[in-house]
């Protein structure tokens, strides 16, 4: 969760039900704002690739699959990755090479059409590790290649990742071909004691309510019923102060037929279910474990990114899981690949890459940090790929 706190989600509320007191005036306004058609966001799926003409089957494919926080509708990315795929296809750094940058909402957020039943945090998993397994079969008929892969996750994302990572690392060791997985990044992630958070603690009290999530989503629908679409657009944008893409995105969320529900029934679960380190070596070290890749190697290829104040992860809870995991504790720097010249050890080698950021971006980066944040991602990818290429 994350994308909207709870405060946030209060005076949401709060604004949405004094327009529905002041709705007597719309023959004033409301009408002059609903004739400037509103396209709200609704794409399920976000995808950056080579463009027509300058894709090249001599090189190598590489695919960035992202997976949302909670609310899941991947829209809210769409600078973030658009940015990404352009500093990737531009790289310097980087051999010649076709990108390949994709996300996908997750289940239960669509704005179109009706979703059959509320998915909890294990299908989530499941609905993802289809979609990948989807999105690189789809690469494989287009390119004839399989595409080499590195997967990224935000929030809770993150978390969705690592059980991604378990899943692919089982298969390899029953002796099934699977992808090749080359790197992990995690953004923001709650993987661990996300209840002991600031916002977890206010999360957990309220989700405990029984059909909280039913109770909430009736709440909201009523209040917006009658409010035009387009009118809530400018609503959303003027007391949030959202960017464009965000502010459409928010409100096609609202909107949706199951969104708010959605959100909070996935919410219970991540507080109910992401506890304690739960990840053995296999998964920690995953992407350089024996068999998972085509080429091993000392350096980490996970990359693990924290907000200095994130209030969707407790402090403490983060550095312990940095001392007990991490190959080192770092601030951000301007160059990822400079840090990976310190490593001296192969025990040590294999550890994750974590740093805590140090610019005060949010939990929530991909409404107005999305540029700063794709510029670092980007030195990350640069990294894993040569480190896997270097070995």
């Known amino acids: 969760m994350g994308l909207i706190n709870f405060g946030g989600w209060f005076w949401l509320v709060v604004i949405v039900a004094s327009v529905s007191a002041l709705y007597c005036f719309q023959e004033l306004f409301a009408r002059q704002l609903w004739k400037k058609e509103v396209q709200m966001e609704t794409r399920p799926k976000l995808y950056f690739g080579p463009s027509a003409g300058h894709s090249s089957e001599k090189v190598p494919d590489y695919l960035v699959f992202h997976i949302p926080g909670n609310p899941g ?110 790197g992990g990044i995690l953004l923001f992630p709650t993987i661990t004691h996300i209840a002991r958070s600031p916002s977890g603690i206010v999360a957990s009290a309220l989700l405990a309510i029984p059909r909280s999530a039913h109770i909430a989503s009736a709440i909201v629908k009523a209040l917006v ?61 995953a992407a350089t474990s024996p068999g998972t890749n085509s080429k091993d190697t000392i350096h980490s290829n996970l990359f693990f990114f924290w907000g200095q104040k994130d209030t969707w992860v407790a402090q403490k809870t983060r550095n312990d899981l940095i001392a007990a995991r991490g190959f080192r504790r770092s601030k951000i720097s301007s160059s990822a690949s400079s840090f990976a010249s310190e490593v001296s050890s192969p025990a040590d080698g294999w550890k994750p890459r974590m740093w805590v950021d140090d610019k005060k971006i949010p939990h929530g980066f991909c409404i107005r940090h999305s540029e700063v944040v794709a510029e670092q991602v980007c030195t990350w990818v640069e990294e894993i790929i040569g480190n896997h290429n270097e070995d």
């Open 73 to 182: 509708l991947i829209p809210y990315y769409d600078p973030f990755l658009k940015t990404l795929h352009a500093l990737l296809s531009s790289s310097s750094t980087l051999p010649s090479a076709n990108f390949h940058v994709c996300g996908y909402s997750l289940a239960g957020f669509e704005t179109t059409e009706q979703h059959h039943g509320l998915s909890g945090l294990e299908k989530q998993i499941h609905h993802l590790e289809g979609l990948l397994y989807d999105q690189i079969d789809e690469l494989r008929q287009r390119t004839n290649k399989t595409p080499k892969v590195i997967l990224m996750g935000h929030s809770v994302g993150a978390y969705i990742l690592l059980e991604i990572i378990r899943g692919h690392r089982k298969r390899i060791e029953e002796g099934a071909k699977d992808f090749d997985l080359i």
């Open 225 to 285: 019923f009658f409010i035009p679409t387009s009118l809530l657009y400018y609503l959303v944008r003027a007391f949030t102060w959202f960017p464009e893409h965000a502010a459409r995105t928010t409100t096609a969320f609202i909107k949706s037929p199951n969104g708010i529900k959605e959100s909070l029934f996935l919410g219970k679960d991540e507080m109910d279910m992401i506890t304690d380190d739960k990840w053995g070596e296999e998964v920690w070290g």
